[in-house]
């Protein structure tokens, strides 16, 4: 009993990082829960995923925050750390040649639902435009199917920074062109 009671005094900060790793599925179990009753049927699964993976990183960091903190870490150091990431953020989010951008970006498209899989939209650039069916939405870039089949590879940061029309129904294919008359002699 002395031996426990030695432990527990001489090595507390080891068995309060070991409670709260225990402690992460149980928090990590429980907020899934509340991001369930929250998104119940908002959301399609794919994008649930990836809301319980971004709700999983940002848990493990606080918690690990707090370690630090418990471990002896000053707090000055952890806002260096944390104003160097906001202004890292700032940069992903203004700085539109910047891969950080894609990814900001992804969250920007995450957070509004108003695109998505197997939605059709037209992203207007100026006089030009792209219609495709949203078939995948990753971190990087969003791919669209347009009614040739063929498919385009489009950045989310553009996408977000764009105007996008989500159409009501699948576009008509367009007509082939009438081929150019040539003048002269008929044969």
């Known amino acids: 009993m002395s031996y426990l009671t030695t432990l ?39 994008r649930q995923l990836r809301a319980e993976l971004l709700l999983k990183i940002i848990t493990a960091i606080v918690l690990i925050c707090l370690l630090l903190v418990f471990w002896g870490i000053e707090l000055r150091g952890l806002l260096v750390l944390g104003s160097s990431l906001f202004a890292m953020l700032g940069v992903a989010l203004f700085a539109g ?20 899989v197997g939605n059709w939209v037209r992203i207007v650039e100026g006089a030009n435009y792209i219609e495709g069916c949203i078939i995948e939405m990753g971190l990087m870039n969003v791919v669209l199917k347009n009614v040739d089949g063929h498919r385009v590879i489009y950045p989310n940061n ?22 150019k008359r040539v003048l002269g002699p008929k044969k």
């Not at 040649?97 to 639902?113: C, E």
């Open 97 to 116: 040649w910047s891969l950080l951008s894609n990814l900001t970006s992804f969250l920007l498209m995450f957070i509004q639902n108003y695109c998505r």
């Open 8 to 46: 527990l005094t001489e090595q507390y900060r080891l068995v309060i990082t070991v409670f709260v790793l225990l402690l992460f599925p149980i928090i990590f179990k429980y907020s899934q829960r509340v991001l369930e009753r929250v998104t119940q049927g908002k959301i399609d699964a794919h």
């Open 158 to 179: 553009l996408f977000v920074t764009r105007p996008v029309l989500v159409l009501c129904e699948e576009p008509s294919k367009p007509k082939a062109p009438a081929p």
